[in-house]
């Protein structure tokens, strides 16, 4: 194997078509810095950048067959986990991880999408609490999802913490989804407390912004980068990511991963 081969960011994610989450924006977040990404399809979804309209995860089996096959052959250095779609893939995977317990698992909690949908039920949402969060590296909810995986916390300090007693070692809580005129991502860290950073709020609304931070910050820490420095370098990509998005839909903007390329092809 060459010395400086990329580091192997396996991607466990659902697939979809419009191009602005799922696999495809884990994909060209990974690629984007420096990683090459293994993207193992766990669900199905009919969605643009709009609504998701249904979906179908794939066969739990299926699945696990994929990642095996991957991990088998691949010196995997992170793994990046997306939407499951179901209790039974959740299973799978927690089965998959307790086979590679060195692995740095980043987990994005895909309870729905950004422009409405459900994409995940209470049997899954149990699952991911469960069986998931305790084998989590950093876990990437936004506030909703913080509160909907802690239900008995009252903000968002109170669901950090909740996060990290379930056996999480980092949570970054995204802002996105309060008002003001700053996004403010507060990072929970094994040594107690919490890490606030402050982002100028970019107008209109954007499709993909989590899957981008999660795979952005599982290339980091595959690169060999600590999880409190991933967590804040994620951030930094996928701001200017958004701050590059376009709108190729009717609906919510989607970031443009590779925007360092578009730059720097002007010069």
């Not at 799922?22 to 993207?39: E, I, K, R, Y």
């Not at 995204?174 to 709020?201: I, K, Q």
Request: net charge negative.
């Amino acid at each position: 194997m060459p010395s400086q081969a990329l580091p192997v960011v396996l991607i466990l994610a659902g697939n979809d078509p419009s191009g602005g989450a799922g696999l495809a924006a884990d994909t060209a977040a990974v690629l984007s810095l420096g990683g090459h990404p293994a993207p193992v399809v766990t669900a199905v979804t009919v969605q643009d950048t709009r609504r998701v309209q249904r979906f179908e995860p794939v066969p739990p089996t299926l699945i696990v067959e994929q990642a095996r096959a991957v991990l088998e052959d691949m010196p995997v250095a992170a793994i990046k986990l997306g939407m499951l779609g179901s209790a039974a893939v959740a299973e799978a995977v927690h089965g998959v991880l307790l086979d590679y317990p060195g692995l740095p698992v980043i987990l994005d909690p895909v309870l729905h999408a950004g422009g409405g949908g459900a994409l995940s039920d209470l049997a899954t949402l149990d699952a991911l609490r469960d069986l998931l969060l305790p084998q989590t590296t950093l876990l990437t909810p936004n506030l909703p999802e913080a509160l909907a995986l802690a239900p008995d916390a009252d903000g968002c300090d109170a669901a950090g913490a909740a996060l990290r007693e379930l056996g999480t070692q980092y949570v970054l809580v995204t802002g996105g989804h309060a008002d003001g005129e700053t996004v403010v991502n507060r990072l929970y860290s094994p040594h107690g407390g919490c890490d606030p950073v402050s982002w100028p709020r970019l107008p209109g609304e954007f499709h993909g912004s989590g899957c981008t931070l999660a795979a952005a910050a599982a290339t980091l820490i595959a690169q060999g980068e600590m999880p409190a420095a991933a967590a804040r370098d994620a951030q930094r990509y996928t701001w200017h990511a958004l701050q590059a998005a376009h709108r190729p839909g009717r609906g919510q903007s989607l970031p443009d991963r590779l925007f360092w390329a578009r730059d720097s092809g002007r010069d």
